[in-house]
Each structure stands twice: as C-alpha cells, then as structure tokens.
C-alpha cells in the first residue's frame, strides 16, 4: 500500500494466529497434525508435524526372515495392501532370481488393480465428507463392500490381506471368485458415471476445487510427488508403464491426466484411473493363463549378497522397496519408498494462500494415509 | 539410454567415480565433495529429475554410513543409484534439498535415524521420532532399555 | 452477462441431477445388515482366531509340538511345549500351545507352514475381550470343536472350494 | 350435545371462534371470583407460552427422527429402528442421554458469554412462535408487522452464536461464529427483498393477510424464483448443509458448538431444528397458502405444507458437499441479491400496471 494510513488506522493491531488441525481432527485422515498459520480464514503457512503413530517399520524389517515380512508391508498404507505386498515381493524375487508362473503373474496384477480400485472408492467416499457431501460415502461403500468380499474370498481377510507370497500364490483362485469379478465389472463402470455426477461435476464442488491447491509441473517433479497426484500435473509418468513388472506389459491401458495440477485435475485423474483399472481387470480375467500359481522356491530363503530396489505403481503413487542382502536368512536394510510422504511434503506450497476449508480439500486430494508416513 | 551410455558421460565429466551395474539399474559411488555437482549435473543434463528416495546404510564392519540416492528420469525412463561413503564416527554431509525438494524430509529422517549432520539444512528438526529420543534407532548397534530380546527358537 | 446467467443455469442443471440420484436412491432398498441379528456369512479361507480343532479319529489334536509354526511366526504369538514321559525323554505331543491374540496379525504363516494340520484360523470374529489376560490362550487345553463342521473339514478345506 | 360437537369442530377448523369461547367462559367464571382480569390473562398467556414450549419439544423430536429417516432413505441405510416402532423415540432416548449427561464447562471459557450462547439461540426461536399461524385463529398474537417481527427476531439469534463462538475461547468455535455472523448477516438481505415481494403482492405485513390474500395455489406459482431464493437464502439463514460452514465438521471441528455438552448441546441442538421447522413454516405461510386447504382441518394442513418444505431442505442437505466461505459470501452478494431486486422490481412494475 502506496500512501500512508491515518494514525488512527495504523493502531490497529491484527494479529495472526496459530491453529492447530489435528493430531485429532476428523479431516487429517489419522493422526497428522498441521500447524496452521491464519490470518483470517486465509493460510500464511503450514507446518505438519508427524510421527504419532511411527512404529519402526524398517527396524522390525532387520529382525524378520524375508517371507515374514510381507504381512507387515499391509500395515503400513492399509488401504493399498495388495500393492505394498507385490513391491516387496518383486523385490526379493528378483534378488533370488526367481521366475513366477504366468497364473500367478496374473492375479497378482487382478488383485492388484482390485485393490486400486477399492483404494480410490475409500478415497471418493473420504473426499466427499471432507468436502461436506456425506451421502456419496455410503453409496460408494456398496462397491467396496464387493470388492472387500471379493478379497476376503480369495486371501480370507478383508483389509490387510497378506495375500501374496514369494513366488506365488499359496493357494488358487476359488471359482466363484470369478463370478464376483464379472458381476462387478458389469455394473461398476454406471456406478462410477453416476458418482461423477453426484459429486465430481457438481458446481459448488468445482468451485470449491478448480484452481485450488496448484502445484506446476517443475516444483511436483522436484518435490517426488508420484502418482495421481502428479498426474494431475499433467506429467505422464506411471511405474505400470515406465518399468512393467509383472504382467503389466501385457494390458492396454491409458495413463490418465490433468491439465492445471489443480485439486479437481487430481481427482478427475483418480476417476479415470479406476475405469482404466476396470479395463485391465476385464483383460486380466479375459487372458487368465492355467497352470501353476507358485512357483518353486527354496524352503529357506537366503537371497544372495546384492542390493535391489523395486517400485510399483500404487493407489498413491510410487511404492518402492529398497532391499540389502547379505546372504544372510534376514535383510541387512529395508527402506521403503511411501508416496503419501513424499506427497505430504509438497503440502506448503500448494496451501499458502488459500482458506482453512482448501486445506481439507488439498490434503483429500493427495489422499494421504499416515500410518504410511510414519511407517 | 542405456546404463553404460549414462555411465560414459558420467565419466567424461567426473573421472574416477566408482561403478557397478545391478537388476539394470547404474550404482555409482561417488565422493562427499563432489556429490552435489554430480546431482546438479545429472539433474540439469542428464534429466534425472526425480528423486525417489534417499536414505543411510549403517555398515559398522566396514566403519562406514553409507548415504544412498536413487535418482530417476521421467524423459529417458532411466534409473541411477549414488553412493557415498561417510565416516561413521562423524558422518557429515552437504544437504541436496535445494537440488531436489523431496530430499528435505527424506534428509531429516536419515539424519535422526543415523545420526547423519546434513550441512546447510532448512529445517533440521526431527521428523518421525519423539522429541525427547535418544540415539538412532537404525544404526545396528542401537539399543534401548525398553527392547526386550526376540525368543530363541530351536 | 452472458456466461454469468449461463454458469447460474448450468449449476443449477449439475445441481439438479445431484438431487435426481439421491432421490432415486430414495426409493431402493436399504443395504444395511441388522448386526447382531443378521450376522454376514464367512467366506471358507475366512482368518478369524488361531484354533487347533479335535479331530474326532483320534480323539485329540494333531500337534506334534514340531516348532515349525512357532519359527514362522512374524510376532512370536505362539509358543510350544512338548510333552515328556517319566524319563523326562520328549513325545511328539504338545504339552501346551500357548497362542497370544493379543499380538497375533492374522497372517496365516503358521497355518500354512504346518505340516500335520493340526493347526487353522476359525470362522470366529468377535473376538473382543475384557481383559488383556484372556487374549493368551492354550489351544491344547481348550480343545476346540469347529462349530457346524463334521469330521476333519479343516484339513481339505481348500480342496472343497471348486477350483477354477 | 351438538353445541360441543359443534365446539369441539371448532376447536379443530375454526379454531380462533373456540377459543374465544373459552377465552370468554373463562372472564366470566374469574369475574365471579371478583379478582382482577389480568391475572387471568396472564395465567393464558403462561398457558400458551407452554403450548408452545410442549409444541416445540416435541416438534423438535419428530422431525429429528424425520430427518434421520429421510438422511437414511437416501442414503441406503434403515436409520434408527431400535426404540419404539420405526425407532420413533430413538430421539427421546437421545434427549434422556444428554440430559443426564454432565455439562462440563471448560476452565477457560467466558462464563457469561458461554451461558448466554445457548440462551439467546434458544430465545429467539422462541419467539417466533408468537406470530407462527398454525391455523384458523391458532395464533398467539397476529401483529400486523409480522413479517419485520421474524425477521428482527431470527436475527437475534446471531448474537447467540457469537457469544457461543467467543466465549468458548476455543479457535475453531471463534472462526465458526464468525463465519455465522457473516454469513446470517448477509443471507438476511435476500431474505429481506423476498418477503417484500409476498408483502407487495399481498399488501400486508400481517401473516394472517398474507394467507388470506394468496390464491389457492398459494404464491409459489407466482413466484417460482422468490420461492427458490427463499429456501435458499433461509436454508443459509438456519447454518444447514450445504451452508453448515459455523459448524463445518470437516474443517472447525464443530465450530461454535465444540466445546457444548449436555443441555447447553441439547439446547443447539433444538434449536437448529426448531429453526428448520421455522424455515419450512415459514414456506409454507409466504407461498403455499399457509393452513387453507380442503377437507382437513387447517392445523393439518398447515404441518403437511410446513413438512414439504422441511422435507426440500433435508433433501437439499442431504445431496450437496459444503460451500466454501468466500463463495458462499460472492453468492449472496452477486447472485441471490441481484436476482432478487430483479424480481422485486419486476413484480412492483406488473403490481402497477396489471
């Protein structure tokens, strides 16, 4: 401001004040705490603090044989665990050089892509309520109740499957897994047009989220943002294409993205992204293979001196594992790659300069999970 | 571009970086002094301009902290892993968060979990540990009076 | 002025459709299922709580306290003791198996890995106690009985399933 | 016999004729008794001021329930069906929980501001239940500046969740009654130019004219778009979704009501929903013709009316996510207020020259 206030302006004392969200707020998804700078409703800056709920994932890691790893990769991003499993799996796999048979390849990618699809309706649903849409979340929860029980046939549990093992699968397909699949297939793609209207393309939702939370390509690229997140971006870059692993170089399929880097690109990218997973899952099932699901491993596994790192495309983004060996029954050093970290930290720069309600929509738009961050 | 083209350009700029080649991906180890424009020149030539993680490897056989950066190119698709070797007794190192954002957090995690000083630092607070913890947890020979050893089973 | 009544008119047609699904809804049946009435039905690989059933030939468990599920375990939920004979000499037969739910991941490892089947995660869910205490138990001593199941189900279970 | 049959039809579809019987009946009966009438008008006044009270408890329950079940139906859920049949008293369960809940107030808090919060909301919803006209001479005092009467007193209940919001010295409660000031504030101003539409086209400001000045139909078909502006603007006015911003549980927790428990919650809670009822009353009266209607008795018709428009508002709130702050602020000023001198205008020029 050019010219001088009056004196009886200037006394007036406005003062910024600190706020607080979390660790116990029902929008931070989990025990994430922002420190929040306001001056009004408007964002001066963000801290978030975290680690609440920081449980040594990579110390237990050293302590454990390498099969009795895989049922705590789950715990860590709960949402994904199928895609948390096939990381680690591919890993020592390839450490120990083993090839896995096709049918297994296969369900892994089914299970996979399953598992994204169910990631992404928790995270419609959640948005929705952060959003303040509450009816969206229980329609949404119909398909993933399917999909839950479609898991809970296949691997016995429904959250945190432990479903892959090295080399395989310990058990087959059970055959009204199918059934259930087609069932699905067929009517999830209406449903998803349907949620669209009821929440993407409504007008008071893209006036609260077109514009809000950019963040350019350069600063998402600099940050290690991966995943839908960074897709909204309009960056083009996805594991499933960039490095196949598995049987991913057999499907056709598009890589979504966004134009702006707004939060709505970032949700429309997610949208997408479960009707291309629906596409693969249909191929999938259309070109499963016979033949074995495991293949053969030793029974004690003992990978030879040597360092891998593997990553998979996740419902967030990149989750890689980078694996030590030293020939020992037990990994020298895991240090696992979660995307919700890396997204997390891009959260300053997307925030200053919007309101205490884009807070929420930005951080539902990146779909954080923290026990991930924290691991 | 393939692993031995990156590494042939690699050398023709920083001679004597020490190399091996594991699952298609490039392992290089460099220096500490030279760590920070081998990245600026890989990230600003070579496009390598995704950091995927960085983290510590304790190796107290060896009396060493390893330092690792894995580094990933979303134009060539290529993937590169940096090494440094650092002094375990006092493990200091340049921070690269201002070559790569992502390595701010990725830095104060190693930092509290090996106890790595990242130099020039924005923010060298703790991350994910309880303010008042002490020593780091990933070192190998890390021990706290509440750990209880695993049950030996025969 | 033109895009003005024209963005007032399309929000109001997106916010019209909005309110045309949920009242369709409206007039479908409701998902819910009445809990404590209505109880969901287990799949067959379902993972509730580790149990070890009495197979009824035998009259007992098939364990033979060989450790194996206990090296698999990723928790050390489980613990074994063999049972000695006068001699103080070892039997294969489990003196106890002591099974802490309280730590238990219900990852299936253990059952996996055994080889006499002796051992297999139950159809229970409701698995909520009082008292941490009661989350130890002794499978050995409770001498559980698979409930609506015959003979030794558990054992060829998977073999049940048609497979594809 | 007939002469209470006919009473008793009175009571029920003309109900202004009975009550002055008992009104009358009864002066005469104190006369008798040679105390001074006053009292005895006092003792009615008391009398009606708990039928009121009584009406908006258990009005308060009902359409609590009724919004549980309609929030349920929609959303593929049963709602509550545990106590009573349909789960009819669920709600009073709910209020026998609360009451007996401990009311805790907070060490820090303002303790005057703290107390009035409640109070004023509470009161001033109250009030307007003076000039609500249930029926047929079913109304307490038909002032022939009804419709400023509401509209100064529903303002009233700003300054209760100002109150509420500073004297919990919690920040998330302050920003929350800070947004409702801003937002009631501006959301009155459609409200305002609206109800001026129904009182040019009706030409009083008595509620009792106005129905009796609206064709069968009611206004509404005169009127689609002050209909519109006026659910609305009165759904912004009561801080229901999708304008719930003061207590926006996604981003201030609760907003003013974080730190309430107990009656002081109950008390909120009541509150809101009697002022939905109001806002559906309110419809009702100003465009759909209020307690006329055939067969039924006028009481009846007037509730049935009323929860039409309660029903819109639930459906309303029910589907949309919440506005955000600045644009809930742009779309009063630039839209709602716009359209509505628009429609005023146009409705004095056709008033004028029809």
């Given amino acids: 401001m050019a010219e001088k206030l009056p004196a009886s302006l200037e006394k007036l004392n406005t003062e910024e004040y600190l706020l607080n969200m979390g660790p116990q707020h029902p929008s931070t998804h989990g025990v994430l705490r922002i420190i929040l700078k306001l001056d009004g409703e408007v964002i001066k800056d963000v801290v978030p603090v975290m680690g609440y709920i920081h449980r040594g994932m990579e110390k237990m890691f050293e302590n454990r044989k390498y099969d009795q790893i895989i049922p705590f990769t789950d715990r860590t991003d709960y949402l994904s665990a199928v895609n948390n499993n096939f990381a680690y799996v591919i890993g020592v796999e390839k450490l120990l050089g083993v090839v896995v048979p096709e049918r297994a390849e296969y369900l892994r990618v089914i299970l996979a892509e399953l598992n994204r699809i169910m990631s992404?309706?928790?995270?419609?649903?959640?948005?929705?309520?952060?959003v303040g849409a509450f009816t969206p979340l229980l329609y949404i929860f119909r398909e993933r109740e399917e999909i839950i029980a479609m898991f809970e046939l296949i691997t016995g549990n429904r959250l945190t499957h432990n479903a892959f093992r090295l080399g395989g699968f310990k058990y087959d397909v059970p055959k009204t897994f199918f059934e259930k699949l087609e069932k699905f297939i067929s009517h999830f793609a209406d449903n998803l047009d349907e949620y669209e209207t009821l929440l993407i393309n409504n007008v008071i939702f893209k006036s609260r989220t077109v514009g809000v939370g950019v963040i350019t390509k350069a600063l998402a690229l600099s940050y290690g943002v991966s995943g839908p997140s960074l897709r909204g971006s309009d960056i083009k870059m996805d594991v499933r294409r960039d490095t196949p692993y598995s049987a991913y170089s057999k499907f056709v399929f598009e890589i979504p993205t966004g134009k702006n880097g707004d939060t709505w690109d970032r949700c429309e990218v997610r949208m997408n992204e479960m009707r291309q997973s629906l596409s693969i899952l249909q191929q999938a099932m259309q070109g499963f293979p016979q033949g074995d699901i495991m293949a053969k491993i030793p029974k004690i596994i003992k990978p030879p001196a040597g360092e891998v790192y593997t990553a998979v495309e996740g419902p967030r983004g990149e989750v890689g594992f980078y694996i030590i060996s030293d020939g020992t029954e037990k990994p020298y050093r895991v240090k696992m790659r979660v995307p919700s970290f890396s997204n997390l930290s891009a959260l300053k720069d997307m925030t200053v300069g919007f309101k205490i309600a884009d807070v929420v929509a930005i951080m539902g738009?990146?779909?954080?999970?923290?026990?991930?961050?924290d691991r | 571009m393939t692993p031995v083209e990156i590494l042939e350009k690699i050398k023709t700029k920083f001679p004597g970086v020490a190399s091996t080649e594991a699952f298609g991906i490039l392992n290089m180890e460099t220096e500490q002094n030279k760590l920070r424009p081998l990245l600026v020149f890989l990230r600003d030539e070579l496009n390598f301009d995704f950091m995927n993680f960085m983290t510590g490897v304790d190796r107290p056989t060896e009396n060493i902290i390893e330092v690792v950066y894995q580094l990933f190119s979303f134009t060539t698709k290529a993937s590169i892993v940096i090494r440094v070797k650092l002094d375990r007794t006092k493990p200091e190192i340049e921070t690269v968060s201002d070559i790569y954002r992502t390595a701010e957090w990725h830095e104060r995690e190693a930092a509290e979990m090996f106890g790595i000083v990242f130099l020039n630092h924005?923010?060298?607070?703790?991350?994910?540990?309880?303010?008042?913890?002490?020593?780091?947890?990933?070192?190998?020979?890390?021990?706290?009076?509440?750990?209880?050893?695993?049950?030996?089973?025969? | 002025m033109l895009k003005y009544i024209k963005d007032i008119i399309t929000g109001a047609i997106t916010l019209l459709e909005g309110m045309a699904i949920t009242f369709k809804y409206m007039f479908q049946k409701p998902i819910t299922l009445q809990y404590p009435e209505q109880k969901a039905q287990m799949t067959t690989r379902f993972r509730g709580r580790l149990v070890m059933p009495v197979d009824e030939e035998k009259g007992d468990n098939r364990c033979t306290a060989c450790n194996i599920c206990v090296k698999a375990c990723p928790n050390y939920s489980i613990a074994v003791e063999r049972l000695t004979d006068e001699t103080g000499k070892p039997k294969p037969k489990a003196a106890s198996f002591t099974y802490n739910m309280g730590t238990c991941m219900f990852c299936n490892l253990c059952v996996e890995v055994c080889p006499f089947s002796a051992i297999v995660m139950s159809e229970e869910y409701e698995l909520a106690v009082y008292d941490r205490k009661s989350l130890i138990k002794d499978l050995v001593a409770e001498k559980y009985k698979l409930k609506g199941r015959k003979g030794k189900w558990w054992i060829s279970k998977f073999k049940d399933e048609e497979q594809v | 016999m007939t002469a209470f049959m006919q009473f008793l039809k009175d009571l029920l579809y003309d109900s202004g004729k009975?009550?002055?019987?008992?009104?009358?009946?009864?002066?005469?009966?104190?006369?008798?008794f040679n105390l001074p009438p006053l009292t005895l008008d006092i003792i009615f006044l008391l009398i009606a001021a708990a039928c009121a009270a009584a009406f908006i408890a258990i009005n308060a329950l009902f359409i609590i329930w009724f919004e549980r079940k309609i929030s349920a139906r929609m959303q593929l859920r049963r709602g509550p069906n545990r106590v009573g049949i349909f789960g009819i008293f669920q709600t009073v369960a709910d209020t026998i929980?609360?009451?007996?809940?401990?009311?805790?107030?907070?060490?820090?808090?303002?303790?005057?501001?703290?107390f009035l919060g409640p109070l004023l909301v509470m009161?001033?919803?109250?009030?307007?239940?003076l000039v609500m006209p249930f029926g047929k001479g079913l109304i307490a005092a038909d002032l022939n500046i009804g419709v400023i009467y509401i509209l100064a007193v529903t303002g009233l209940t700003v300054l209760g969740l100002l109150c509420a919001g500073w004297g919990s010295n919690n920040k998330y409660s302050l920003i929350g009654g800070m947004r409702s000031a801003a937002q009631i504030v501006s959301y009155e101003i459609p409200n305002v130019l609206v109800m001026l539409t129904i009182v040019l086209l009706s030409g009083s400001m008595k509620l009792g004219d106005i129905i009796a000045a609206q064709p069968t139909v009611g206004y509404v078909w005169m009127q689609p778009v002050a209909f519109i502006i006026f659910l609305i603007a009165s759904n912004a006015e009561i801080n229901r979704g999708p304008f719930d911003l003061p207590e926006a549980e996604s981003e201030l927790v609760s907003g003013f009501i974080t730190e309430y428990s107990g009656m002081k919650f109950a008390f909120f809670f009541l509150a809101e929903y009697t002022n939905l009822f109001i806002a559906g009353a309110l419809g009702a009266v100003l465009f759909l013709g209020g307690w006329t209607g055939p067969v039924l008795p006028p009481f009846m018709w007037f509730m049935i009316k009323s929860y039409f428009v309660v029903f819109l508002l639930m459906w309303i709130r029910w589907t949309f996510p919440r506005i955000r702050?600045?644009?809930l602020m742009e779309f009063a000023w630039k839209v709602l207020i716009p359209i509505a001198l628009l429609n005023l205008v146009v409705t004095a020029f056709v008033i004028k020259f029809h």
């Fill in chain 1, 120 to 130: 992404h309706l928790l995270w419609l649903s959640a948005y929705g309520m952060d």
């Fill in chain 1, 365 to 373: 738009s990146l779909d954080l999970v923290i026990p991930e961050i």
């Fill in chain 2, 122 to 154: 924005p923010d060298p607070r703790i991350l994910l540990l309880p303010e008042n913890f002490k020593g780091q947890p990933l070192k190998k020979d890390f021990r706290h009076p509440n750990m209880t050893p695993l049950p030996e089973v025969k």
């Fill in chain 4, 18 to 32: 009975a009550f002055g019987l008992i009104y009358d009946g009864g002066h005469k009966i104190w006369a008798g």
């Fill in chain 4, 97 to 114: 929980k609360l009451l007996i809940k401990e009311d805790i107030t907070p060490k820090a808090v303002d303790k005057l501001a703290f």
């Fill in chain 4, 123 to 129: 009161t001033s919803t109250f009030m307007v239940f």
């Fill in chain 4, 325 to 327: 702050v600045d644009h």
